[in-house]
């Protein structure tokens, strides 16, 4: 399957764990592309038949970066599937997930999954101990969904 994965990460963190969920995706077997937010254009990313959006929450929800992207957000393939992921300081505070959800139920993408939400424990990190656990579920569930 190929997978692409678009993020956001104003210290590493976010980019952190999207590169290790690239890992245990491609050692089952998946094609995954990573791209920044900040290199792509919201009308370019390559066709994929699963998206990964991962964005820090700042102020409440989703980065600036990441929701000027999803605004402008365009996917040629039809029928594609995504899931979104957000890194954060209090996870039951964050609104995040559900703005991303918004800004995507007009295009002709389903989401997957309601999402990851992975606990940094100070501004800039480090991440929460165990988040390579919840990335491993996270991908086994996601990829159960789709066969
Ligand atoms: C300007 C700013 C505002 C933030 N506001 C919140 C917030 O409202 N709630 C929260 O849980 N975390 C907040 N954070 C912490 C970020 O979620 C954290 O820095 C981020 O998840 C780290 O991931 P990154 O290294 O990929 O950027 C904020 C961070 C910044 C820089």
Redesign the pocket.
Known sequence: MKICIAY??????????MEYLQGVMSKKGHDVEMLSVREIEPTSLPSADLYIFSS??????L?GKMKKFLKKLEISQGGAKYAPV??????P??KSLKTMEKLLQSRDLSKVSDGLMIK?TG???PLESGYKEKLDTFAEDILKSLQ
Do not use: D, H, R
């Open positions: 956001e990460s104003k210290f590493g963190n976010g980019k952190g764990c820090p929450t700042q102020i409440g929800s980065a957000t890194t954060c300081l209090n996870p505070k964050t940094v501004m800039k990190g």
